[in-house]
């Protein structure tokens, strides 16, 4: 099915519509025209934290190079050269995002129509909650919907029984250690940060929130309650075929 005349984003400025939910778009790209017109690199050096695999790790590098080669040709100065660091856990399939990168640059051309400067692509397969980069390469982080994996799971929740996260049967403590938890992670996380960013650089993140006080409010937690609860269901369901292969193998022996 050719989707080409179908999909589009919602239209108008309603409630519900793109333009009013493309505002994290804005915010970006306001960033890196900040950085672009501070620091003018000749070799514009970013990070793309918890990339995942597959197409969706291209698309914020990609408009950040559409924005930086946007900005080149209004103020008619040369392409820079782009360094991109693709970061997430050892076990991510970095032969899924090589094998696309070698056609990034060509593709990124065809879509602009010209051509773009060089992409040079590196693959940094550690935790971002330590250090990735030496000190002062980088000019701009990025990380989206990364930053609520934590780095272990926190310590002192035996009590959560039958939740696999903060749910509304969840004792005080157990809110308690997810919280330091997180505190401890994300501090560390910019510490490190703050120290592989070149000055005048910029970061931008994206994680999820809540906008309620209460922290198993619906609005964060209650995807996890489900997903508890069909876990829990499987379970319930291996326990009861394993009873029924016990009581089957029973018979056979009698
Ligand atoms: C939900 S995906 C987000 C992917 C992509 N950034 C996006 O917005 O579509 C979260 C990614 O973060 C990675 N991740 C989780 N903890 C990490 C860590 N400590 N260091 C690096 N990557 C991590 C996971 O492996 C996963 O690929």
Known sequence: MDVTNILHMNGGIGKCS??????LQHIREEAIIRVYNSIHPRCLSIAELGCSSGPNAFIVVSEIIKIVENLCKEMNHKSPEYKVFMNDLPEND?????????TFEEKLSNEM??????????A????FYGRIFPN???HFIHSSSSLHWLSKVPEGIEKNKGNIYISNTSPLNVLKAYYEQFQKDFSLFLKCRAEELVEQGQMFLTLLGRRSEHQSTKEC???????AKALNDMVLE???????????????RT
């Open 94 to 102: 970095f032969n899924n995002i090589f094998k696309s990168s070698s």
């Open 238 to 252: 291996d326990e009861e075929e394993d009873e029924e292969e016990d009581e089957d193998e029973d018979r056979m």
């Open 221 to 227: 937690c209650y995807i996890w309650e489900l997903m």
């Open 136 to 138: 002062q390469t980088l």
């Open 18 to 23: 793109y333009a009013n939910n493309s505002i």
């Open 113 to 122: 129509k010209s051509q773009i400067g060089p992409c040079y692509f590196y």
């Open 124 to 127: 940094a397969p550690t935790s």
